[in-house]
């Protein structure tokens, strides 16, 4: 095994179109090199028509900037960045589903959220659903401790990361949609039409 | 919402008047036309009969020709793009039509062939249900497309196959896949008029061309004492076969060119001092490991090329040209990168560099030259007894040619010998399978290639095991009247294959006897003119009479069937470590 000394967390930021089927061509360039795509998150961007990808890898830094060449040569692809966890801020939420008799009996509710920025979503009689925010280390430490307690159901969201210095691509993306605006996306309008079909 | 209304708004103002009522068919049929397709390669079916219905009306525009089997089609039309530049056009109908289409979308992606294939699809309300010949061809075809759409009403055709044209012949080419529903073809809708793509917000198919970045290489190049250039398919496909000539004629550099690069300078050209890779010429593999820079122009450093990468050049200052960005320090650190389309980077790099000679240098190759052809070439292209070689077949044929024809070849020891020997006068005279290694490509891509080159000879060379891939396209030659002369170069093995067994593995032939019908009579059975030759004495008579056939024939050679390729760098060797025996 090769030494991974050099690899770290890269979060990859992809801006594209709204195109179906972009997101398996852009899956597979992860995919045909063997690569684990630890997290990924689909979204809008703060431009209208405009999509971006958060993916997280762990890789050499060599890795990732040929990946990174190989998903902004598709042709949907408008812009691609990669940062390192520093260069980033980034968030993951989670929910953590327990029950609520036992939660309500063994533990100091108040004192468990306060240390772990939680907060209780949903309290019913049968369970309680509780919410977190923060880096994997921080949602992973109340996985630890609610398993104590009947832990029913986990679950935790693909990252989300904002580029610390992103100015000058939000300007450009901007003018960007202002001189083009994107195109509507067109699904298949006809899977529930099939009597009015002709067919053969 | 407020822009939401707005864009509403707009539309309903400036909505232009429809020209005409049209199906979706008709809408892409002329577009084809409106591109200036004038050639189709394809094969109907139940899921594209609207399009081949649509296509009866228009059998004075658009020739259509009939091929055996979809990967022929694709093949056909990447010979046709190589020879004509032009976009090769497929059709296709749904399920195993779309999936035979792999093979040769596989390759165009790799060798970066511009293509159009159009694949019929069931109709959209049956998407998903197993419908009869559905194939998902959008996420099949997606690693090997530069780009791919489903269209599933008929008012996006007109745009889609605007932008499929577009997208597949800027940049760095390569094939793009349309999949239409059944009801989109059928289906009646306004037609606008065709307008052509010029232009993708998010594509950007040629990098800006940073004069920092040629000025830095012309400094290298100006102080080199020893530079080289390898040269590649991309200077065939930027047209930029003259400003390659004028760099390297100024410059007065060693050029040697991978096998996609053929041609692109004539092979006698004085700086043309050969082959790359490993089974390219002595001088400049070995070479490469003594030069102070190297200047790579729309290559892009395959394992076949480079051999071991650790041990490739590592002496020299790496200048590389391309156009796609993705390419760079991809394989081979680079010195200075110059991105870029090369028909607008090399003009401007001539200008900078001095009006040099590198005599010494060049000598040095001259003197590879003499050991290669004394050690290795001589036997192969010169012998005098014993059985047919193959590079002799290829020799003669240059002499009765004199490298004005276009070489089609397959994949293995043929092709190696083919490329290294064939005599190339002209650009774009080379259709090979270069990064896919496509056995079965020469049969149909000759087709393909003599519709794009009419008034040239086309020269299929192919093996015995390569041919027996894609013979049934011998039907499409027979039925399109197409005249290409094909040459089986027949050992009765799979080569290249026992070559690396009989090198590699103790001699031990493992499946690669193989044996063959009789060539000549299947050729007869479909009214193709032929013979078989094996004595040294008949081969100038038999080329001749194939070249001077009014119409395709077959020439079948037997050749020694235990030779190898030589010279060779060994897999997991430096290029420097090239073996001439």
């Known amino acids: 095994m090769e030494s991974n000394i050099e690899k770290q967390e890269y979060n990859i930021t992809v801006y594209t179109e709204n195109q179906i089927g972009l997101l398996n061509r852009i899956a597979i360039i992860f995919s045909r090199r063997k690569l684990n795509i630890e997290s990924l998150n689909t979204s809008p961007s703060e431009v209208d028509g405009i999509h971006r990808f958060n993916i997280v890898i762990t890789e050499t830094e060599e890795v990732v900037r040929k990946v990174a060449r190989q998903l902004e040569k598709q042709v949907e692809v408008l812009k691609v960045y990669y940062n390192t966890n520093q260069d980033v801020i980034w968030q993951e939420m989670a929910l953590y589903k327990v029950p609520t008799d036992i939660i309500a009996e063994q533990v100091s509710v108040e004192r468990l959220l306060r240390e772990h920025g939680a907060r209780a979503v949903v309290i019913r009689k049968d369970y309680t659903v509780f919410e977190t925010t923060g880096h994997r280390e921080e949602t992973d430490r109340l996985v630890k401790v609610l398993q104590k307690y009947g832990l029913i159901e986990f679950v935790r969201s693909a990252r989300v990361a904002i580029i610390k210095a992103s100015d000058g691509f939000h300007v450009k993306l901007r003018e960007f949609e202002r001189r083009e605006p994107s195109e509507d996306v067109v699904e298949n309008q006809y899977l529930n039409k099939g009597e009015k079909i002709f067919t053969m | 919402m407020d822009t939401l209304e707005m864009k509403e708004n707009k539309t309903e103002e400036q909505k232009p008047k429809a020209v005409a009522t049209l199906t979706g068919s008709q809408i892409l049929l002329n577009g084809l036309i409106a591109e200036g397709v004038e050639t189709i390669f394809g094969y109907p079916g139940g899921a594209i009969m609207p399009i081949y219905d649509a296509?009866?009306?228009?059998?004075?525009?658009?020739?259509?020709?009939?091929?055996?089997?979809?990967?022929?089609?694709?093949?056909?039309?990447?010979?046709?793009?190589?020879?004509?530049?032009?976009?090769?056009?497929?059709?296709?109908?749904?399920?195993?039509?779309?999936?035979?289409?792999?093979?040769?979308?596989?390759?165009?992606?790799?060798?970066?062939?511009?293509?159009?294939?159009?694949?019929?699809?069931?109709?959209?309300?049956?998407?998903?249900?197993?419908?009869?010949?559905?194939?998902?061809?959008?996420?099949?075809?997606?690693p090997v497309t530069k780009w791919n759409h489903q269209v599933t009403d008929a008012s996006e055709i007109e745009e889609v196959m605007a932008k499929a044209f577009h997208i597949a012949q800027t940049g760095r080419p390569g094939p793009v896949l349309v999949d239409i529903t059944k009801n989109a073809q059928i289906q009646l809708t306004e037609y606008f008029g065709y307008k052509k793509c010029e232009h993708i917000r998010s594509y950007k198919p040629k990098p800006i061309v940073r004069k920092s970045y040629i000025e830095e290489a012309a400094a290298l190049i100006n102080a080199a004492k020893k530079p080289f250039v390898l040269f590649g398919q991309g200077i065939l496909l930027g047209n930029a076969e003259q400003e390659f000539k004028a760099f390297v004629e100024k410059s007065g550099i060693p050029a040697a060119w991978t096998i996609l690069g053929a041609g692109a300078i004539p092979t006698d050209h004085p700086l043309n001092v050969g082959m790359l890779g490993m089974h390219g010429n002595y001088g400049p593999n070995v070479l490469t490991n003594e030069c102070d820079v190297l200047i790579a122009i729309g290559m892009r450093f395959d394992d076949r090329v480079t051999g071991r990468l650790d041990k490739y050049a590592k002496q020299a200052k790496v200048i590389h040209l391309d156009i796609d960005p993705a390419e760079i320090d991809k394989n081979v650190k680079t010195t200075v990168p110059v991105w870029g389309d090369c028909k607008e980077s090399l003009p401007m790099l001539t200008e900078l560099v001095d009006q040099k000679s590198h005599a010494e240098w060049l000598q040095k190759f001259r003197d590879f030259d003499r050991e290669e052809m004394e050690q290795c070439i001589d036997a192969e292209i010169n012998p005098t007894e014993g059985e047919l070689s193959?590079?002799?077949?290829?020799?003669?044929?240059?002499?009765?040619?004199?490298?004005?024809?276009?070489?089609?070849?397959?994949?293995?020891?043929?092709?190696?010998?083919?490329?290294?020997?064939?005599?190339?006068?002209?650009?774009?005279?080379?259709?090979?399978?270069?990064?896919?290694?496509?056995?079965?490509?020469?049969?149909?891509?000759?087709?393909?290639?003599?519709?794009?080159?009419?008034?040239?000879?086309?020269?299929?060379?192919?093996?015995?095991?390569?041919?027996?891939?894609?013979?049934?396209?011998?039907?499409?030659?027979?039925?399109?009247?197409?005249?290409?002369?094909?040459?089986?170069?027949?050992?009765?093995?799979?080569?290249?294959?026992?070559?690396?067994?009989?090198?590699?593995?103790?001699?031990?032939?493992?499946?690669?006897?193989?044996?063959?019908?009789?060539?000549?009579?299947?050729?007869?059975?479909?009214?193709?003119?032929?013979?078989?030759?094996?004595?040294?004495?008949?081969?100038?008579?038999?080329?001749?009479?194939?070249?001077?056939?009014?119409?395709?024939?077959?020439?079948?050679?037997?050749?020694?069937?235990?030779?190898?390729?030589?010279?060779?760098?060994?897999?997991?060797?430096?290029?420097?470590?090239?073996?001439?025996?």
Not at chain 2, 104 to 125: E, W
């Open chain 2, 390 to 581: 193959m590079g002799e077949i290829i020799n003669q044929l240059n002499q009765l040619t004199k490298g004005d024809a276009i070489i089609v070849t397959d994949v293995g020891q043929h092709q190696m010998v083919a490329c290294r020997y064939a005599k190339f006068n002209n650009t774009r005279s080379n259709v090979t399978s270069g990064g896919l290694g496509t056995m079965g490509f020469a049969l149909p891509a000759a087709i393909g290639a003599k519709f794009g080159a009419p008034d040239k000879d086309v020269v299929a060379i192919i093996g015995d095991g390569g041919f027996q891939m894609t013979l049934q396209e011998l039907g499409t030659i027979m039925q399109s009247k197409v005249n290409v002369k094909i040459i089986i170069l027949n050992n009765q093995f799979l080569g290249m294959v026992r070559q690396w067994q009989e090198l590699f593995n103790d001699k031990r032939y493992s499946f690669v006897d193989i044996t063959s019908p009789d060539f000549v009579a299947l050729a007869k059975s479909y009214y193709i003119d032929g013979k078989r030759i094996s004595e040294r004495s008949e081969v100038i008579d038999a080329l001749t009479t194939m070249l001077n056939h009014d119409g395709p024939y077959l020439l079948e050679v037997m050749v020694k069937k235990e030779n190898n390729v030589f010279p060779m760098v060994p897999q997991g060797c430096s290029v420097s470590e090239i073996r001439l025996k």
């Open chain 2, 55 to 142: 296509l009866y009306d228009y059998k004075e525009t658009l020739n259509h020709i009939l091929v055996r089997h979809e990967q022929g089609a694709t093949h056909a039309a990447q010979g046709y793009a190589r020879t004509s530049g032009r976009v090769g056009v497929v059709f296709a109908t749904s399920g195993p039509g779309a999936t035979n289409l792999i093979t040769g979308l596989a390759d165009a992606q790799i060798d970066s062939t511009p293509m159009v294939c159009i694949t019929g699809q069931v109709f959209a309300h049956l998407l998903g249900t197993d419908a009869f010949q559905e194939t998902d061809v959008i996420n099949i075809t997606t």
